[in-house]
């Protein structure tokens, strides 16, 4: 199973709207005769793979997979017919499905007389598709809050700058986040001062990730932005009544609703109070696009208006071993007041990059959405 969970982080990033998922299979005598994971989305699934590399080996033998085989046909077939098919006489997968279009997987197995057992290693299986769970139980993307910092927690100096506070095996690892990722996200305050690319660099094979600006008077995205370039899509989310003819032709616009309070813009640019865009409708729109993982790479502002939402599920911060005492910090206003507010989180990886340490943490899980709920957020996009 560990293998498995292994070959099943190779689809990341790729697969969307459908889960990341490895298998092994072993043959009568427990040797490992065949592998495979799921490659892209409306290809042949991680199962198929893997019983074509067994081939007749698989007979009598056990499939090691991390999700519960599918059991229904959508662009390919049920993986349940191809493991009866084969002949395998036992299967073993960690987590079970709860897509109720997918389910029943291991009941119908077992109905043909196949010995399934479930749940080993479920919870880091389960960590390593939190992405597509996260969608198929809260019905919203997987948002991961990815930040870089000093020790002191400033994401810039107190004139700004800030290239470089990380190293460059930091920086590349960035890379990676967005490239396991279907959408990168910003506000206008980021595309303001540092007029971000935002798409993959240096990693072979990657699937560009949609690149998305909130950017809610339509203000400040111009043709010319970099973000803007063919490298990558881009979508520039504006407020329903945002003017924007200077952008026509030059990128894709999403209209959406403002917030239900009015909340003045941070950098001062509109003095009118009006309120940001509604979060949860953003996450909602980008959800009906497939967009399953978004990686929100925003300053403390936006940061700060995603935690109050609640719509946080994971954060990576990238500390520098540098003090600058003065400066932006990495999270701004984020609706927490006292010490008992405070949203609690646990470590669930650490690893040196260079000089520096980044450090993954998540938060608890929220309770499924209510089918047809769609959490309604006041947020400013600025950051």
Known sequence: MQRAIELAARGLGATSPNP???????????????????????????????????????????????????????????????????????VVYAVADPNPGAAGGART????????????????????????????????????????????????????????????????????????????????????????????????????????????????????????????????????????????????????PRGAHESPHADGSDGSGRPGLDLGALLAALYARGVRSVLLEGGGTLAGAFVAAGLVDRVVGYLAPVLLGAGPPALGEAGISTIAQALRLTVSGTERLGPDLRITAVGHPAPPARAGHRPSTTANEES
Do not use: F, M
Request: aromatic letters at 2%; one cysteine or more.
């Open 20 to 90: 990341v998922v490895g298998c092994v299979v072993l043959d009568a005598a427990g040797r490992p005769v065949g592998e495979g994971w799921h490659q892209r989305a409306g290809g042949p699934h991680a199962e198929i793979h893997a019983l074509a590399e067994a081939g007749d080996d698989a007979r009598g033998g056990t499939a090691v997979v991390t999700l519960e085989p599918c059991d229904h046909s959508g662009r390919t077939g049920p993986c349940t017919r191809a493991l009866i098919d084969a002949g395998v006489a036992r």
């Open 109 to 256: 197995l077992a109905a043909a007389g196949i010995s399934v057992e479930g749940g080993l290693h479920a919870d880091e299986a389960a960590a390593g598709n939190a992405a597509w769970l996260t969608a198929v139980l809260h019905h919203r993307p997987h948002v991961t809050w990815k930040y870089a910092a000093t020790l002191d927690g400033r994401t810039a100096a107190a004139d700004g700058s800030s290239r470089w506070i990380t190293s460059r095996e930091a920086r590349a690892d960035v890379h990676r986040l967005r490239a396991a990722s279907d959408a990168v996200l910003v506000g206008s305050g980021t595309a303001r001062a540092d007029d971000p690319h935002l798409a993959v660099r240096g990693v072979p094979g990657a699937v560009q990730p949609l690149r998305v600006v909130l950017d809610t008077e339509a203000a400040v995205v111009r043709p010319g932005a970099r973000v803007l370039d063919d490298a990558a899509p881009t979508l520039v989310a504006v407020a329903k009544d945002a003017d924007t003819a200077a952008l026509d032709g030059a990128a894709e616009i999403l209209r959406l």
